[in-house]
């Protein structure tokens, strides 16, 4: 068990045990107000009788005479006479336990007594020959749990003995009852700190085996039924745990389209230098391919600077206040000219003057990235069409093709680096390095817009682009 563990536990248990003393010292004090209240010595004619002869004897005859009458009574009853004579120490000198509250309501019966002077009463003090004072009462038979029936014999052993009389009994503290408490609440804290703690253990493995490389860890198997904050914070440590996993399997696949994005042409760079030294009457064009290679890893370096600077969110922050229609129909105007020379045609359908404030170079090459790759799909003597429209505060614009579509469920795929999806119905080879609708999203996403891929009803794929105005 760790240190929370512990902590919880020791607290749990010092505030059960706490709490406990308090609430039973306060029904104590309470039960003790109203017992007070309550008449616990008997004050019938027998009482009065009894302590009066019993007064007498002491008068008359000290402790001598007391014993005579004690072993009369004992000899012909079989049990000590149910006066109680309580010395000056408030010790029974027959061994009897006497509590405190009977003891102050005998003194107090003793004041009225004499306030009313009264010749005789069922509580008495009387004074022996030898100068000894003692206190007579008889308890009632309803409160004779005050005073626990435990006797011992009366060995009175002369006058000048006092010391060999049984002392006052001490009153036992009910230790089963006690054991019971303490090990209930100890089982109770111990579970309690258990329930509390196990959550956060499972989450410290979890934590330590997703360190060392173990990116598929979860923990919410762990957790069962349990409906709390820490099933709250599990949810959460599965879902980071799965946005880590998911970051660092797309790093890895971009690591490896890179390299092999790159070995491509390094090779055919390498082959041209090769044939160039074998077959120098070839060098001119074997030099016109070592240039288009050299512009083909320059395309690409470039792409990944952009994209590495937009996923690190380093580019130049020039926001100026820019049209967005404007923008996107002076693209529109060169792409027109480019779809024409493929017997494609480009429609453009724009709002009036929207002012947008951002980056426009970031924006001109998201849109030229949508736009191109729509005229590239789109087939011949086909139209792209492109739209925008106000939608509550925000613009969207909408860049539709007429070609045949993807699966899907590869739509999300498209905004990923390296992605190419390969038309079968065409059987052709994708030009490009895949990022261009990668390099769209994260400057969309940058200008906080959204962007997402569907297939037309009708047929075809459309883009679609939505920017805060």
Same mark, same amino acid.
């Given at each position: 068990? &760790?240190?929370?563990?512990?902590?919880?536990?020791? &607290?749990?248990?010092?505030?059960? /045990?706490?709490?406990?003393?308090?609430? *039973? *010292?306060?029904?104590?004090?309470?039960?003790?107000?109203? =017992?007070?209240?309550?008449? =616990?010595?008997?004050?019938?004619?027998?009482?009065?009788? &009894?302590?009066?002869?019993?007064?007498?004897?002491?008068?008359?005859?000290?402790?001598?005479?007391?014993?005579?009458?004690?072993?009369? !009574?004992?000899?012909? +009853?079989?049990?000590?006479?149910?006066? +109680?004579i309580v010395d000056a120490t408030g010790n029974d000198l027959l061994g009897r336990p006497v509590s405190r509250l009977i003891l102050e309501k005998a003194h107090a019966e003793v004041g009225k007594a004499k306030e009313s002077k009264a010749e005789q009463s069922a509580v008495q003090q009387v004074t022996t020959p030898d100068g000894e004072q003692f206190l007579l009462f008889v308890p009632r038979r309803d409160f004779r749990s005050?005073?626990?029936?435990?006797?011992?014999?009366?060995?009175?052993?002369?006058? %000048?003995?006092? *010391?060999? +009389?049984?002392?006052? /009994?001490?009153? !036992?503290?009910? /230790?089963?009852?006690?054991?019971?408490?303490?090990?209930?609440?100890?089982?109770?804290? #111990?579970?309690? #700190?258990? +329930?509390?703690?196990?959550?956060?253990? !499972?989450?410290?493995?979890?934590?330590?085996?997703? #360190?060392? *490389?173990?990116?598929?860890?979860?923990?919410? !198997?762990?957790?069962?039924?349990?409906?709390?904050?820490?099933?709250?914070?599990?949810?959460?440590?599965d879902h980071m745990a799965e946005q880590v996993q998911q970051l660092v399997f797309t790093q890895k696949r971009l690591l490896n389209d890179v390299s092999h994005e790159l070995r491509s042409p390094l090779a055919r760079l390498q082959v041209a230098i090769e044939m160039a030294r074998q077959q120098p009457e070839k060098a001119s064009e074997l030099m016109q391919r070592i240039e288009k290679e050299c512009y083909r890893l320059d395309e690409l370096v470039g792409e990944l600077l952009t994209l590495s600077r937009l996923e690190a969110n380093v580019h130049n922050n020039d926001a100026d206040y820019f049209d967005i229609n404007g923008l996107v129909d002076s693209i529109v105007t060169d792409a027109r000219f480019e779809a024409e020379s493929q017997n494609k045609r480009v429609a453009y359908s724009k709002e009036k003057e929207t002012l947008l404030k951002g980056s426009i170079e970031l924006l001109r090459r998201a849109f030229e990235n949508i736009i191109r790759n729509a005229i590239y799909y789109t087939p011949e003597n086909?139209?792209?069409?492109?739209?925008?429209?106000?939608?509550?505060?925000?613009?969207?614009?909408?860049?539709?093709?007429?070609? %045949?579509?993807?699966?899907?469920?590869?739509? #999300?795929?498209?905004?990923?680096?390296?992605?190419?999806?390969?038309?079968?119905?065409?059987?052709?080879?994708?030009?490009?390095?895949?990022?261009?609708?990668a390099i769209a999203r994260r400057a969309i996403e940058i200008h906080q817009g959204s962007i997402k891929a569907y297939n037309h009803p009708k047929g075809g794929l459309c883009i679609e682009v939505k920017l805060a105005v």
């Open positions: 068990m &760790g240190r929370l563990f512990w902590k919880i536990f020791i &607290g749990f248990w010092l505030t059960l /045990l706490v709490t406990g003393f308090i609430v *039973g *010292g306060l029904v104590w004090h309470h039960n003790k107000d109203r =017992i007070e209240q309550l008449e =616990i010595l008997a004050n019938s004619p027998r009482a009065e009788f &009894g302590v009066t002869s019993l007064a007498s004897i002491l008068r008359e005859q000290g402790r001598e005479g007391l014993e005579q009458i004690y072993y009369q !009574h004992k000899k012909r +009853y079989r049990r000590p006479p149910p006066v +109680y005050f005073i626990p029936e435990r006797m011992h014999r009366f060995k009175p052993h002369g006058r %000048n003995a006092p *010391g060999n +009389y049984p002392k006052n /009994l001490p009153r !036992h503290l009910p /230790l089963i009852p006690l054991l019971i408490v303490l090990l209930g609440s100890l089982l109770f804290s #111990a579970i309690l #700190a258990w +329930y509390i703690t196990r959550p956060i253990r !499972h989450l410290r493995e979890a934590t330590n085996t997703f #360190a060392d *490389g173990k990116l598929d860890t979860r923990v919410m !198997h762990n957790f069962g039924n349990r409906k709390d904050e820490m099933t709250d914070l599990a949810k959460d440590f086909t139209l792209v069409t492109i739209t925008t429209e106000f939608v509550n505060n925000d613009i969207v614009i909408t860049v539709c093709d007429a070609g %045949n579509g993807i699966d899907d469920d590869k739509l #999300a795929d498209l905004f990923q680096a390296f992605v190419r999806i390969k038309d079968d119905k065409q059987n052709v080879k994708i030009p490009g390095y895949g990022l261009g609708l």
